[in-house]
Structures are given as structure tokens and as C-alpha cells.
């Protein structure tokens, strides 16, 4: 017979037993969230406690910054972009790896999003890889942690500076990622987090938008919410009087997933130090292979989200490839894949669909910044085609039965591969 552990999960499971993935929420939050419901209190239009409750969190992390929380990440670009004034005519540098909510806002507007390649081995853009792609016509550049690891900070800052275009941060792959002890997130103008559905920090569906300027503030609000929130919180007073109509958005998060994204967030350094622990042990484990390797972490730098956990396998080194790969662990029951944050340049409004819609872009436009054949940005396509992504949803917390079994069907499944070479 096989002997039960605390967790349930007999010691000898095959890893096809997993525990609920993530989002788990614990007592204290389900009874918090269950208050609100029974209250009747799922929306907020004025500032009640539980906003601001998680927005104080995330500018307690952020050096004091000016913190929105709105209903969703890609809202919280869509504010981000907004309060630039960016429009038609406008560019905004992108990674082409990247969720396609680090551009998709920016159609809204009718700014033009340029995709820019990867510059380093773990999929993030370099100063290099953006430098290319400015134009006369860049106003700012968004960039990605992309799974955690941090971009290089202080060279991004420093062209942004240079070339006088505004930064903002997607941090929604990096919640508590960190570069010489300084979270991200406090490196550009702006800084945007997700707050829903798997992040290390989810309420379910929401965002969090950070600002360094009052004003960018302000904008955001009025954007996100008119009225008593607006009336409650916008600084400037000739803005507040736009709180009656406000900017033609209503991007409120509600209360109920607030309380439940806090309880992350209260918790951010323990669930990073298990996510760390495992996502490590994972990637040590597969990496004993020729030719396996992680995505390694910069000195300086540590992981915070690591919203995948990512190896690449180097087909020549390793006998086999990545497909090969992700088929022998599935087999041993580990639900490997392939990361679902794939080149935006192969996707269809950037190889030549035209939305209906999309009156703001000129032919020459089009032509030149959504008109991309699967070869451009080589070195984004080639990392993803040899990538494989394990499920990092499951090992938010400590999980070493999981961990343990997937440690095994890892062994068997090499083993599988070298015997068929
Ligand atoms: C890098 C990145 N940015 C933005 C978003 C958008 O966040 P949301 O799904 O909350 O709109 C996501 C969501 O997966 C993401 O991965």
C-alpha cells in the first residue's frame, strides 16, 4: 500500500495528482469576501477600505508611488497609455514577447505599437534591441519582466531619458521581482501589474496601475472612475472638476477581488520565497541533461512572479527537441507545454488582418508596423520555438509531494529519450 502524506497525495502518486492550481485563497480571505457578497457590497464608486486597502499595499512595495487599482491588467495599460496622450501618429516600443495586453491597448488609442526583438537569452528586450526600432515618431517604451526576470533597468532608464520618452513597466509576470534589492515596477513613469486570473497576486480579474507623477494620477482616475471616487481622490482641483462625467471609462475593480488580491499581497515574500524554492528545484531537475537549460537569473537580479517556469532545450546538445520533450514529461503525467506568452509577431493583426475598425493607421503604417513574416524578430522566435514551459500554477506554495513526483517523471522521462536515440 502506499502511504498518505499531511497533504493527501500518496507518497508514491503518479504527478497526474495535482492540487487546485492557483488561485488559492485562505480562510481569512474567503470569509472577507464572503462578508462583502453577503452585504450586497461587490462594486465600490466611492473609496471604501478594501481599495484602498490594496492599494496602499502595492505603494507600501513601490517606494510610495501613486497607486490605481482598476478591474484588470490590460485596463491598467489601457490607463497607462491614456494619461501619455499617446494617439495616432504616436509609437510605442512593445516586446514582441510578450502578452498581447502589452500592446492591444494602444489599438484603442491609435498609437502604433513597434515590436522590438528579444536582446537576451531569458526572452527580455536590451537597450540594443529597442535602440533599433526608434523612430522620430516614439513617444515611449513599455517594456515586460517577462516570467519574472527583470529587464535591465538602469540602461532602459537611461535610454528612455536620453531619447526623452516616457517608461512604463509591465510587471504582471513579476510581482516581487527585484534588481539590487529594488522591486520593479518603481524603474519606469509607469508601472503596471495584473492582478487576476493565475498571478502570483490575483483577485480574479484586476490591475494595478502606479504612477511617479500626480497628474499621470489624476488622468488615470478620471479615466477609470467618474464621480465620488474621482470627487474622493483626484489631486488637482481643476481636474476634479471633471469628476462629473469623467474620461469615458468606468475600469473599478471591485471590492470582493480586492480583498482577495490583498491576501496575496500580505503574503508576496513567503510566496515568492516557495515559488523560488520550487520553480529552482524544477529546473535544476530537467537541467542535468545536456543541452536542458533554465533561463538563468542576472547577478543582481532576483525572480519575483515567475508567472512560468521556462527552460529551453537545445535540440543539437540535447538529442531531442522540444516538442520531444514536452510529449515524454506529459506521458509521465507532467502537465508540460509550451509558454502560452508567444511572438506577438506571428499573431494575426500583426501579419496583416485588418480589424474593420482601424481608421487611425495609414497604409504606410500598417504596412510597417503590422505587416511582420514569421522570420522578422528572429531571436523572440527562435527562443519560444525552443522553449517548454512547466506549470507554475501549482507550486505557488510549498508542495513537495508535487514537487517529488514531478522530480521522478522527469528522471523517467530522459530516460524514455535517451533510450529512443
Ligand atoms: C505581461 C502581461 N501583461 C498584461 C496582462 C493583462 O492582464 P489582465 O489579464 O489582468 O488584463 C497579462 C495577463 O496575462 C500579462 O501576462
Known sequence: MTAMTSTGLAATAPATDHPQQWPVYDGQAVARATDLIRAGRTFDYRHGPEIAEIEQLFSDHLDGRHVLAVNSGTSALLAAYYVLGLGPGDEVLV???????????????????????????????????????????????????????????????QLARERSLALIED?????????????????????????????????????????????????????????????????????????????????RISPVAAVLASSHMRRLDALVRAKHHNATALVTA??????????????????????????????????????????????????????????????????????????????????RCFTYAPEDLPVSARLHDEWISLPATY??????????????AAERALSDLAATR
Open 95 to 157: 516586446p514582441s514577447l510578450t502578452f498581447l495586453a502589452t500592446a492591444s491597448p494602444l489599438f484603442v488609442l491609435g498609437a502604433t505599437p513597434v515590436l522590438c526583438d528579444s536582446g537576451s537569452a531569458n526572452g527580455n528586450v536590451t537597450v540594443a534591441s529597442l535602440a533599433e526600432r526608434i523612430t522620430s515618431r516614439t513617444r515611449a517604451i513599455a517594456v515586460t519582466h517577462l516570467f519574472g526576470h527583470p529587464c535591465p533597468m538602469a540602461e532602459i532608464a
Open 286 to 367: 530537467l537541467s542535468t541533461h545536456p543541452g536542458i537549460e533554465g533561463l538563468g537569473v542576472a547577478a543582481g537580479h532576483t525572480m519575483g512572479g515567475w508567472y512560468d517556469i521556462v527552460l529551453r532545450v537545445d535540440p543539437l546538445r540535447a538529442g531531442f527537441d522540444r516538442d520531444d520533450l514536452v510529449a515524454a514529461l506529459k506521458r509521465h503525467g507532467v502537465r508540460a507545454g509550451v509558454p502560452q506568452t508567444a511572438p506577438l509577431h506571428r499573431t494575426s493583426v500583426f501579419t496583416g488582418a485588418r480589424p474593420p475598425t482601424w481608421h487611425a493607421y495609414s497604409p504606410a503604417t500598417l504596412r
Open 171 to 251: 510587471c504582471s509576470h513579476a510581482h516581487g521581482s527585484t534588481i539590487d534589492g529594488v522591486p520593479v515596477g518603481t524603474f519606469g513613469d509607469l508601472a503596471v501589474f495584473s492582478i487576476g486570473g493565475l498571478k502570483l497576486v490575483s483577485g480574479g480579474m484586476g490591475g494595478v496601475l502606479a504612477c511617479r507623477d500626480t497628474r499621470h494620477y489624476d488622468l488615470a482616475c478620471l479615466l477609470s472612475s467618474f464621480r465620488q471616487r474621482s470627487n474622493l481622490t483626484v489631486h488637482d482641483p481643476a481636474l476634479r472638476r471633471l469628476a462629473d462625467v469623467g474620461l469615458g471609462g468606468n475600469l
Open 395 to 408: 507550486f505557488n506554495e510549498p508542495q513537495e509531494d508535487l514537487l517529488g513526483a514531478y522530480r521522478r
